[in-house]
Nanobody, 123 residues
Framework: VQLQASGGGLVQAGGSLRLSCAAS????????LGWFRQAPGKEREFVAA????????FYAQSVKGRFTISRDNVNDTMYLQMNRLQPEDTALYYC?????????????????WGQGTLVTVSS
């Protein structure tokens, strides 16, 4: 399966962006999904995860209350609504698929990854 993340861009601090993740051949259906990010010079870190079919979500402490993960199972798409963005949110954001229905918060639990979409937050 191929995952495709989109929706990144340049935004001022305090602004909002919504990222989307889609996959070929209804590849998101039946799986837990996650968002991760990697800033320049830093390791990839967990951002948020959502179970199948979407009853459970889990967030990194750094984004809790500002970001919302969701999924549209009819259109087989996942979203990350990011509000009150800060410069420290600047990173390449990846969507990923976990071979399970339950949420996970470590990169090693995810088997399939998209190519990433860049989010840049200016101060």
């Amino acid at each position: 399966v191929q995952l495709q993340a989109s929706g990144g861009g340049l935004v001022q601090a305090g602004g909002s962006l919504r990222l989307s993740c889609a996959a070929s051949r209804r590849g998101l259906s039946g799986y837990a999904l996650g968002w991760f990010r990697q800033a320049p010079g830093k390791e990839r870190e967990f951002v948020a995860a959502i179970s199948w079919p979407g009853t459970r979500t889990f967030y990194a402490q750094s984004v809790k209350g500002r970001f919302t993960i969701s999924r549209d199972n009819v259109n087989d798409t996942m979203y990350l609504q990011m509000n009150r963005l800060q410069p420290e949110d600047t990173a390449l954001y990846y969507c990923a698929r976990r071979p399970s229905q339950a949420v996970g918060n470590t990169a090693t639990e995810y088997a399939d990854w998209g190519q990433g979409t860049l989010v840049t937050v200016s101060s």
